[in-house]
């Protein structure tokens, strides 16, 4: 049996005033903003725990998926994280004071800069990973392994449709 939650008292609303429309893409989108809100908040309060928030958390996460030296430059972070400079300096300031990386001159262009993951970066970020991750995965308990891998899918075709990567 379904339980039926505040999507549903909200579609049942829009049933009784104006029964010509079809709420199914409300439902959809409606719970899809609601499951991005919630993880993001627990995921959030679980990076938390180590002194960064998930937009920090960002920064470091891109250095260390870029494999080792753990470096790029903010041009390339800023790219990837679809960040103004503006808002990548102001987040690179902060992981620096923090010491979790460390910018350099940049050896192969001598006007530009490297960002690099510190070593106590790349051991925070490892944890965080592992504890957003925590989070996510016990929100699919529910799920068996077809049933993520289904979610997944539909997941990913939805995404295509809204023209996103």
Do not use: C, N
């Not at 549903?8 to 104006?18: E, K, N, P, Y």
């Not at 106590?120 to 392994?145: M, N």
Request: cysteine-free.
């Amino acid at each position: 049996m379904t339980t039926k939650d505040l999507v549903d008292a909200i579609t049942a609303q829009w049933a009784v005033v104006r029964p010509d429309l079809d709420t199914a893409p409300m439902a959809v989108f409606g719970r899809v903003y609601r499951i991005a809100r919630a993880m993001g908040d627990r995921v959030e309060k679980a990076y938390g725990r180590f002194g960064i928030s998930r937009g920090e958390f960002d920064v470091i996460a891109t250095l260390r998926r870029s494999g080792e030296p753990y470096a790029l430059s903010p041009r390339e972070l800023s790219a990837t994280l679809m960040l103004t400079t503006g808002g990548m300096t102001g987040r690179l300031d902060k992981l620096e004071r923090a010491g979790l990386l460390a910018r350099s001159p940049d050896p192969h262009d001598r006007r530009g800069l490297r960002v690099t993951l510190s070593e106590r970066g790349l051991a925070i970020v490892d944890e965080a990973v592992s504890a957003g991750l925590g989070q996510q995965r016990a929100a699919l308990d529910a799920f068996d392994e077809a049933q993520v891998e289904q979610l997944q899918e539909l997941l990913r075709q939805l995404l295509a449709g809204t023209g996103k990567e």
